[in-house]
């Protein structure tokens, strides 16, 4: 570890007030000095943890800061937040001021587009100063009153975290379960709710996950997880008895895979998803019989994956069976488990499918081409007229939502760009038409004043890689403004150029904001996905560093103006892309990073680990540990010049341990040859999303374009 000057020891002495009261336990290594320029960050105390792996010695110095329990690492999270706090003291004003902006481009007091099942309307609604939604309902009967189904603001009084995952009514309208998690550990507690009497039943059920469904109004199904908070179990309660009562109807051991259950559309199924990264079970469960025992609905085989949808009389499977990009097969309900699945929708080099939405006579296909969703529909009365519901503009987004109600003649969809807010549509089997229901309001904004451009980037192996960009309408293309550049890229997610009210505080400061769709989604299909894990993860960095480089060669901006963000895996990606080329940014902010890929893939307890062997590698194999150590963050950090950056983290986030970002800023600060800022901000009381509050969510996220505006030198 290296030592301070003895001048900046002499400086110990003079500590700041906001310091005063910092826990100081003996040993904890952080070494607190005054206001800037005399001011040094924390010091982590290296404690080298040394074990050999395929012939490579490996030290780990910060091994210890997993320790959670230990007094001395919540000392040195202190720490490093007092610091943070301090050194970015006078961006207060301008935090307040994004704040202020932001939060007036919200209505505050706002309710969804209600949605029909089962008789009733059902929609959410917020209140100004709350920060938590309102979950309502109203009969359909005309004139009938609304009712508070849960007041999730009720749920968070004197809770520092508060989240309702799951909220599902009984199919009579009488009961509503819920998972509510005060934890942001993802340890949730199913609560019933009796909705004639506003009551909570004696049902309460503790250590479940997200999700739960409904075969009739007293059997219910939920979910529980591993030690390692895998769901790998799914189980029968009946209302009104106790839970040693319950029965496990299925429990799946391989820790590659992950289970779920949710009722389908048409209420005729209680559906079990038995599904890994490469392969795929589903079993189903009638809602008439929900005591009897589960049916495959086809067997697993290796690296075929599938979706399974009902429609009136039979079954449809979304499989990659023979299909890169998805196919549609079919099968007549009455013979699961002994009939043969025919082809319904063939497969498509150009087409991605990626899931259905199914109605009685109608069948949505949300598929993928060109870079963008489109709607097709299908006539399941005459199986030949084929459509597409269209969009007018060149980069978009749209999403299915709300179509609870199988014998329905409309579709519900919600289409946005980066310059439309979310707008809420019915669109009309029998006519064709569509009808806006709503559009998001957004107070003050002028779609006029901003323009979307959309390109794309040969990455380097020649790879055509899209961006899509919003800007100013006076910005010029010149190389003098700056850039945030964003991206994910894993897990197949797909990044879409929705609306983002909050990014107009960067835009109105002649800032471009560019979503960079690289490999490890599903943008362009399947392919893109696969061409962006595993032993080929790497295309992802490579892509983002091409747009990069792209973005100040044509001018978009400069080295000393980009500025790149990711979170989660999309931190992953800020750790990998600043390692390789920290020279081509001006600043980074990586958001709960998964950093430390080696030493988290070889410990199975830690949560998603071992399923997760199919997404990055699994290290105990010397060829794809080999691969992993090439760029993992945390093992690639080096003596060299570092941009500025932001990291962000939360003591209680258990999908990427506080100990990975905290532990890689660590070996940063004693690694790192620049004077550049390297702060990190730990919420000491968040989960992975960070706080749960609208509000304190927008204060985050202020602060974080606070800093971003510091880096290019914007100060108002």
């Keep these: 570890m290296t030592s301070p000057s003895e001048a900046h020891m002499r400086h110990l002495r003079i500590l700041l007030s906001s310091l005063a009261a910092l826990p100081m336990a003996g040993g904890f290594g952080a070494r607190l000095v005054a206001q800037a320029p005399a001011m040094l960050p924390p010091v982590a105390t290296a404690k080298p943890k040394i074990d050999t792996l395929h012939g490579e010695i490996r030290t780990d110095n910060y091994f210890w800061i997993r320790e959670k329990s230990n007094p001395d690492v919540i000392a040195y999270l202190n720490a490093e937040n007092a610091y943070t706090e301090a050194k970015t003291k006078h961006t207060e004003a301008l935090q307040q001021k994004l704040y202020d902006e932001m939060l007036s481009r919200i209505k505050e007091t706002d309710v969804s587009v209600p949605f029909r099942e089962n008789g009733y309307y059902y929609w959410t609604a917020t209140e100004k100063g709350k920060s938590y939604p309102i979950f309502m309902r109203r009969k359909a009967a005309a004139g009938s009153a609304d009712e508070v189904v849960i007041d999730a603001n009720a749920l968070a009084v004197g809770k520092k975290f508060s989240q309702v995952a799951t909220l599902q009514v009984s199919p009579s309208g009488k009961r509503a379960a819920y998972l509510h998690d005060t934890t942001a550990l993802r340890y949730y507690t199913l609560y019933v709710k009796d909705l004639t009497t506003g009551k909570l039943l004696g049902d309460s059920i503790s250590h479940v996950v997200p999700s739960v469904a409904w075969a009739n109004d007293t059997v219910l199904f939920y979910q529980t997880a591993d030690s390692a908070r895998r769901s790998d179990a799914v189980w029968r309660h009946v209302i009104g008895t106790p839970r040693s009562g319950d029965v496990e109807v299925f429990h799946e051991k391989d820790v590659l895979d992950n289970v779920g259950v949710g009722r389908e559309v048409s209420n005729k199924y209680i559906i079990i998803n038995d599904d890994g990264f490469t392969s795929s079970e589903a079993r189903v469960i009638p809602t008439a019989n929900p005591f009897a025992a589960p049916i495959v609905v086809a067997p697993r085989k290796p690296n075929v994956e599938y979706q399974v949808d009902h429609i009136d009389g039979a079954f449809l499977l979304t499989t990659n069976e023979g299909a890169q990009n998805f196919k549609v097969m079919r099968l007549p309900e009455n013979q699961l488990g002994k009939g043969e699945w025919r082809e319904f929708i063939p497969a498509s080099d150009s087409v991605f499918i990626e899931y259905l939405v199914p109605f009685k006579d109608n069948l949505v296909v949300v598929q993928r081409s060109g870079g963008l969703r489109r709607l097709r529909?299908?006539?399941?009365?005459?199986?030949?007229?084929?459509?597409?519901?269209?969009?007018?503009?060149?980069?978009?987004?749209?999403?299915?939502?709300?179509?609870?109600?199988?014998?329905?003649?409309?579709?519900?969809f919600v289409y946005q760009s980066m310059v439309t807010p979310p707008s809420t549509y019915d669109y009309s089997f029998s006519t064709r038409q569509r009808a806006l229901k709503k559009k998001v309001e957004v107070p003050g904004f002028?779609?006029?004043?901003?323009?979307?451009?959309?390109?794309?980037?040969?990455a380097r192996d020649g790879v055509m890689v899209p961006v899509s960009m919003i800007v100013g309408k006076n910005w010029k293309q010149d190389g003098?403004?700056?850039?945030?550049?964003?991206?994910?890229?894993?897990?197949?997610?797909?990044?879409?150029?929705?609306?983002?009210?909050s990014v107009l505080s960067l835009v109105d400061r002649g800032f471009g904001y560019a979503i960079a769709h690289i490999r490890g989604g599903q943008e362009m299909g399947r392919a893109w996905y696969d061409q962006g894990k595993m032993m080929n993860k790497k295309n992802t960095f490579n892509d983002f560093v091409d747009v990069g480089q792209y973005l100040v060669d044509n001018k978009y901006t400069s080295k000393d103006r980009l500025i790149a963000n990711g979170g989660s895996a999309g931190g992953l990606l800020m750790g990998a892309v600043v390692n390789m080329r920290p020279d081509l940014f001006r600043a980074v902010v990586a958001d709960v990073p998964f950093v430390d890929v080696i030493n988290t893939m070889m410990d199975a307890s830690i949560p998603l680990t071992a399923q997760e062997w199919q997404q990055w590698g699994d290290p105990h194999d010397s060829t794809q540990y080999a691969y992993m150590r090439s760029y993992s963050p945390y093992d690639n950090v080096a003596r060299r010049a570092y941009p500025w950056m932001l990291v962000t983290t939360?003591?209680?986030?258990?999908?990427?341990?506080?100990?990975?970002?905290?532990?890689?800023?660590?070996?940063?600060?004693?690694?790192?040859?620049?004077?550049?800022?390297?702060?990190?901000k730990i919420n000491m009381a968040g989960g992975h999303g960070g706080s749960s509050g609208r509000y304190d969510v927008l204060r985050e996220r202020a602060f974080r374009y606070a800093f971003m505006l510091d880096a290019v030198g914007i100060s108002q």
């Design 650 to 680: 939360s003591l209680n986030d258990s999908q990427v341990g506080y100990w990975e970002p905290v532990k890689w800023v660590a070996k940063l600060r004693s690694m790192k040859t620049d004077n550049n800022p390297l702060y990190i």
């Design 480 to 501: 003098t403004h700056p850039l945030l550049e964003y991206a994910y890229g894993s897990y197949g997610a797909t990044t879409e150029a929705t609306f983002n009210s």
């Design 377 to 412: 529909v299908m006539d399941l009365k005459t199986r030949r007229a084929v459509y597409y519901v269209t969009f007018p503009e060149s980069a978009y987004a749209v999403n299915p939502t709300g179509n609870a109600e199988f014998n329905s003649d409309t579709v519900r």
């Design 446 to 458: 002028d779609p006029t004043k901003y323009e979307v451009k959309r390109f794309m980037v040969r």
